[in-house]
């Protein structure tokens, strides 16, 4: 049998951090096979494998603080979100699935030179292409599946104020002059 125990000093949480050389590269943690594993890349958010299902045993799934909901998709393809009302009710609405997950086909040609940062953010975004880009739509969605706002961007940099919005998680999608997704990232938007 092949073990690793992780013991902490005293006094110390113990952790592991694996993280990857740079932020085009992703940190994964696999049982069994590669099929089967949790994952994640600077900057997103964490995603889970399996080959079966995903199976929770002798406990339960907490989860604090959860404003958004918890999204499942139906056998007919559509997602609903379900959130918890202070009464312990669970009620469900439909939401749009690309703006939840990031399934949706990417072109890899611009994803690779297209930079979005600070995530988190506060005042300003910022937005730079290695090379010069043309007619570039940038669109912000809620996690209701809600355009909040739409930018067009020209040339190698742009920025989009953020003055105006609320602190929460967003959904930035990126497509080009034909209208073919090109980037999509989550961020987190902290207005101080």
């Given at each position: 049998m092949a073990k690793l125990h992780i013991k902490a000093d005293d006094n110390e949480d113990a952790s592991l951090l694996l993280e990857a050389d740079n932020s085009d590269y992703v940190a994964s943690l696999s049982f069994n096979n590669t099929n089967t594993r949790i994952e994640a890349q600077s900057g997103e958010s964490m995603h889970f494998y399996s080959e079966n299902n995903y199976v929770f045993a002798e406990g339960d799934i907490f989860l604090e603080d959860i404003n958004s909901g918890i999204v499942m998709k139906s056998p007919d393809g559509q997602c609903w979100r379900g959130q918890v009302d202070n009464s312990g009710s669970l009620q469900f609405s439909p939401v749009d699935c690309s703006?939840?997950?990031?399934?949706?086909?990417?072109?890899?040609p611009l994803r690779s030179t297209i930079k979005i940062f600070p995530n988190p953010a506060s005042n300003i975004l910022h937005f730079h292409s290695d090379t010069s880009l043309k007619d570039i739509a940038i669109e912000i969605f809620n996690l209701k599946g809600q355009a909040i706002l739409t930018h067009t961007w020209s040339g190698r940099e742009t920025d989009i104020n953020l003055g105006n919005f609320l602190s929460g998680n967003y959904v930035?999608?990126?497509?080009?002059?034909?209208?073919?997704?090109?980037?999509?990232?989550?961020?987190?938007?902290?207005?101080?």
């Open positions: 703006t939840i997950t990031a399934m949706a086909p990417i072109s890899e930035i999608k990126i497509f080009d002059a034909n209208h073919k997704l090109v980037e999509q990232q989550k961020i987190i938007i902290v207005q101080r």
